[in-house]
């Protein structure tokens, strides 16, 4: 048997488990359930969900169907949403995450409440992004969406700025922004910012950090949408150079790996278990027919 540990504290967030587990609730009743996009940022549990019976559909569809159950992912959803499904007679199983939805009402309450209309809602994210858009929506859409520092020209330093962020940044690279938008801001007064990176995402790196030295060859398993796995991929690579991304267990056997170094198998928050723990299968049966061979 090879030495392959498989990270204990990587794998779903408890929102990604509150939407997986009411999912397979739902689908347990034998009712068809639809899904608003991907339920979660990996192929491989989407296939899962949909052998079940999952139907996952997008926004357009969504905006066309009537008299029907749809789950709403841990992303969250914009207002538009929510009344699309009132209109349609739309059954909705809310399954966003509690830490997204906190964040949601803090952007919809300082864009109701900002001392000036000159106010700019600053939103750190990726633009497109599930999340973002469910924030930015909070906003009638006039929230500025700024991906890294490279988009800061795209703020009026001379209005007021209030910056918030996506629940699963980089906390250094929102720290980084603070700073460089403290530099640029003349009156301090102008410039606000909340630090709504979710600790559960935040605390994922310490311990990359730790595991990543621990072992000599790092395995990240990520879906390639996740934003989360996207930052704790990189993060991994820096601290071993020797970390390989995939997102499944057949995309192992091109690695061409050394099977006698100590192997760990890490992921995002969007990462299932059961792949983790399928790929650490493959890798045995590597090793296995190369002492066959």
């Not at 339920?39 to 969900?49: A, T």
């Not at 969504?62 to 209109?87: C, M, N, S, W």
Request: hydrophobic residues 35%; contains cysteine; aromatic residues 6%.
């Amino acid at each position: 048997m090879l030495n392959i540990e498989i990270d204990k504290k990587s794998g779903f967030c408890f929102g990604v488990v509150k939407a997986i587990s009411k999912a397979e609730e739902e689908l347990a009743k034998g009712e068809i359930l639809y899904c608003l996009g991907d339920i979660v940022h990996n192929g491989q549990e989407v296939e899962r969900l949909s052998r079940m019976g999952l139907k996952t559909i997008d926004h357009e569809q969504f905006a066309q169907l009537h008299d029907a159950k749809v789950l709403l992912r841990a992303h969250g959803e914009p207002p538009r949403t929510y009344e699309i499904a009132k209109e349609n007679n739309l059954t909705l199983i809310d399954a966003s995450c509690p830490v997204v939805l906190k964040l949601q009402t803090r952007i919809k309450n300082a864009y109701r409440d900002a001392a000036s209309p000159d106010t700019q809602i600053v939103i750190y994210g990726e633009k497109g992004h599930a999340e973002v858009n469910g924030l930015v929506g909070q906003t009638d859409e006039k929230a500025i969406v700024i991906e890294s520092e490279a988009d800061i020209n795209k703020l009026d330093f001379n209005r007021k700025i209030q910056l918030f962020s996506q629940t699963t940044k980089s906390l250094d690279g929102f720290n980084h922004l603070v700073t460089t938008l403290s530099k640029k801001v003349e009156n301090n007064d102008n410039f606000e910012y909340f630090d709504t990176i979710c600790r559960q995402v935040a605390n994922r790196i310490p311990n990359i950090t730790t595991f990543a030295e621990q072992n000599d060859i790092i395995i990240f398993v990520s879906g390639k949408k996740s934003s989360n796995g996207k930052v704790l991929y990189e993060h991994s690579k820096k601290i071993n150079p020797n970390t390989y991304l995939v997102t499944e267990a057949n995309e192992v056997t091109e690695l061409n790996l050394n099977l006698e170094k100590k192997i760990g198998i890490c992921g995002a928050t969007s990462t299932p278990r059961w792949l983790m723990e399928e790929i650490a299968e493959k890798l045995n049966e590597l090793a296995l027919s190369q002492q066959i061979k």
